[in-house]
Nanobody, 127 residues
Framework: QVQLEESGGGSVESGGSLRLSCVGS????????MAWFRQAPGKAREGVAA???????SYVDFVKGRFTISLDNTKNTLYLQMTTLNPEDTAMYYC?????????????????????WGRGTMVTVSS
């Protein structure tokens, strides 16, 4: 079972930046993908960005141009660089992983089938 642990969350003012990290066990064979999701208080979970083992990325519309997902295989670490944050970005951010390419589709469909999830890191953006 892949273990994932997020970090990097915190409080920032509107317009600020944060970089989230997710350290995980390494998939040692085949294709795999990782993704970021978020859940604001009182709202449903939503996809943010995904990346696969070939480096392919996908983003949901409301973060395009502001967030960047990246993967450092040497450190088994997934990143989410977030810029131009606004109060609507306030949420618990979770990373997920799967040994497939499904993370991309999972951003806008059922993500419950992804194999591994972290416990989340909280991001709070004040106006």
């Amino acid at each position: 079972q892949v273990q994932l642990e997020e970090s990097g969350g915190g409080s920032v003012e509107s317009g600020g930046s944060l970089r989230l990290s997710c350290v995980g066990s390494e998939y040692t064979y085949g294709r795999y993908c990782m993704a970021w999701f978020r859940q604001a208080p009182g709202k449903a979970r939503e996809g943010v960005a995904a990346i696969d083992s070939d480096g392919g990325t996908s983003y949901v519309d409301f973060v395009k141009g502001r967030f960047t997902i990246s993967l450092d295989n040497t450190k088994n670490t997934l990143y989410l660089q977030m810029t131009t944050l606004n109060p609507e970005d306030t949420a618990m951010y979770y990373c997920a992983a799967d040994q497939s390419d499904y993370c991309h589709a999972a951003l806008t469909s059922d993500a419950n089938n992804l194999a591994a999830w972290g416990r989340g890191t909280m991001v709070t953006v004040s106006s």
